[in-house]
């Protein structure tokens, strides 16, 4: 596989649940990324990882727990959500965090809380 | 703090008709420009982008920008749209060496065959 892939692609869970979003990179990128998509909405940058190190958290609730284990991966642990979560969470990657690089990004995960 | 404003949430236009997309941002410093692409079902992709250089920027498809510093501004053109140019456009600004990317609203385009 190329580019940015994410699982699962749709996901429906109850706002007990615990789920987690999973992100893969094969371009040898540095720099990951979540944003959420929401209707009408900007596009919201939650965390950014580089060279797997957090170096930014958006004010994200605690609900949301990122958690990168080598630069090819990053995953979006889920639990306890609400209904207003709902969205396209989408993945990113860039070759480094700094500089002019763009960012290429994933199909998503369209999830919607009950 | 950096911001993005598309000027027009929804546009239709028919086949062979002319497009521009408003963007303008706000941010005093050097800034990267870009212009994504969502297709209906389809992931964000790069239209086209501008670091440095010559404001006028080529894309893919026969998309065109032009960066006008002095308007803070970088909109989006075709001189004739397609049927398959349906999506919605994203305009995003990074602002210095370690700014995000912030993206504005978007705007969506409906090209009637």
């Known amino acids: 596989e190329t580019g940015v892939t994410q699982t699962p692609r749709h996901l429906v869970m109850g706002m007990t649940n615990k789920k987690s979003l999973k992100c893969e990179q094969h371009?040898?990128?540095?720099?990951m990324y979540w944003y959420k998509q929401s209707a009408k909405k900007p596009l919201e940058l939650m965390f950014v990882?580089?060279?797997?190190?957090?170096?930014e958290n958006n004010s994200v609730p605690s609900r949301f727990s990122p958690e990168c284990p080598n630069s090819s991966h990053l995953f979006l642990h889920l639990h306890t959500l609400q209904p207003e979560d709902s969205a396209l969470y989408l993945c990113?990657?860039?070759?480094?965090?700094?500089?002019?690089?763009?960012?290429?990004f994933g199909p998503g995960t369209r999830l919607t809380v009950l | 703090a950096q911001s993005v404003s598309q000027h027009n949430h929804h546009v239709i236009l028919s086949e062979a008709a002319s497009l521009e997309l408003g963007c303008n941002y706000s941010y005093g410093g050097t800034v990267n420009l870009f212009w994504y692409v969502q297709y209906p079902g389809q992931h964000l992709q790069l239209l086209l982008k501008y670091f440095s250089g010559d404001p006028l920027v080529k894309g893919i498809k026969g998309f065109e920008a032009e960066f006008i510093k002095s308007k803070f501004s970088f909109n989006l053109r075709k001189p004739s749209v397609q049927w398959s140019d349906t999506a919605e456009y994203f305009c995003?600004?990074?602002?210095?060496?370690?700014?995000?990317?912030?993206f504005g609203k978007g705007t969506k385009l409906s090209v009637k065959p």
């Open positions: 995003a600004v990074k602002g210095g060496s370690q700014g995000n990317l912030i």
């Open positions: 371009l040898g990128h540095n720099a």
């Open positions: 990882y580089s060279l797997e190190e957090r170096v």
């Open positions: 990113a990657s860039s070759q480094d965090r700094g500089g002019p690089g763009e960012q290429f």
